[in-house]
């Protein structure tokens, strides 16, 4: 299996993206979501289901494989550095986890450590990590050898963030790393994010 991510502006590309690996096969239980909460997201009364099981290692990973797909199992999680997100799936759950750990004194590196976990170079697990706290989606699928160039496609075609070209631009403010201890983004520094790069509040 072969761990693929997209980072995405609007959740509406990011929901558009998940839809269509579901819609072409990629079970619902080997697909992630999480987006800031500054996109509105409704969790759909979930609650906040994505640190309930964390423990057991059932997390909203187990919530999201039900009738209706992964987006039916949204539930709310707070992550160091980022703050609130609404997330489904397996990523989630292990970053659940992570920070259930931390918070314990064990295991360290919540979202970024979760999706290193999975095979996401650390490198890119920070930027998507760093993403997701200015107020963006992130999609990450496992798949077959075989159909990794399909879902590669399938994640561009709902405008995929170019990870160089914003990574670069990161880089010119000044980022190095995503800073799991840093203050999350206030809703006025997520407006001026979306204001750079022309994305409409959802």
């Not at 992964?70 to 989630?92: H, N």
């Not at 450590?113 to 490198?123: C, Y």
Request: proline share 2%; charged share 25%.
């Amino acid at each position: 299996m072969r761990t693929i991510t997209g980072l995405y502006d609007s959740y509406d590309d990011a929901k558009a993206a998940v839809k269509a690996l579901e819609d072409a096969g990629v079970s619902s239980d080997d697909i992630s979501i999480v987006t800031n909460k500054a996109n509105g997201v409704d969790a759909e009364g979930q609650g906040n289901r994505a640190t309930e099981g964390a423990g057991t290692g059932a997390g909203i990973g187990a919530v999201a494989g039900g009738a209706g797909g992964l987006l039916t199992g949204l539930g709310m999680l707070a992550i160091p550095g980022v703050g609130p997100v609404v997330a489904a799936g397996w990523l989630a759950a292990t970053a659940a986890g992570a920070v259930a750990g931390a918070v314990a004194g064990g295991a360290v590196g919540g979202i970024v450590g979760a999706m290193v976990e999975s095979g996401v170079p650390e490198e890119d697990a920070n930027f998507y990590a760093e993403g997701i706290r200015r107020g963006g989606s992130v999609v990450t699928a496992r798949v077959d050898e075989s159909r990794v160039g399909s879902a590669e496609a399938i994640l561009s075609s709902s405008r995929r963030v170019n990870v160089a070209e914003r990574r670069a631009r990161y880089s010119e403010q000044g980022w190095t790393r995503f800073d799991d201890t840093a203050d999350p983004y206030t809703d006025e520094q997520i407006a001026a994010e979306r204001d750079r790069y022309r994305v409409n509040r959802l």
